[in-house]
């Protein structure tokens, strides 16, 4: 079983930056692609970032790229989204999850995630 805990979210202006942190408790933390998705009231769920298991490789949508990005210390068993130049329009709860034992590459979907944390809120005023 795997257990995934955010951290990092709260209020920040429009401009500012802010860096979550996933810490992941479990087993095989290197061979789990990871990623992070947010989710805004009245929204669907929406990919951010995806890391493979060794951290060689990631992936973002048009939407976040430049300003996000995704890295992971399998050390600490912990994975970083850093979030610069925030908008208004990304203040959304945001989501790490982890992908099966087995699955070290990243997903851009949801549905291939085995696992997902309790959210942290990102609020970002204009």
């Known amino acids: 079983q795997v257990q995934l805990v955010e951290s990092g979210g709260g209020l920040v202006q429009a401009g500012g930056s802010l860096r979550l942190s996933c810490a992941a408790s479990?087993?095989?933390?290197?061979?789990?692609?990871m990623g992070w998705f947010r989710q805004a009231p009245g929204k669907e769920r929406e990919f951010l970032a995806t890391?493979?298991?060794?951290?060689?490789?990631?992936d973002y949508p048009d939407s976040v790229k430049g300003r996000f990005t995704i890295s992971r210390d399998n050390a600490k068993n912990t994975v970083y989204l850093q979030m610069n130049s925030l908008k208004p329009e990304d203040t959304a709860v945001y989501y790490c999850?982890?992908?099966?034992?087995?699955?070290?590459?990243?997903?851009?979907?949801?549905?291939?995630?085995?696992?997902w944390g309790q959210g942290t809120q990102v609020t970002v005023s204009s």
């Open positions: 999850a982890a992908r099966a034992s087995g699955f070290p590459g990243g997903s851009r979907h949801s549905r291939e995630y085995a696992y």
């Open positions: 890391v493979s298991g060794t951290g060689g490789s990631t």
């Open positions: 479990g087993w095989y933390f290197s061979q789990r692609g």
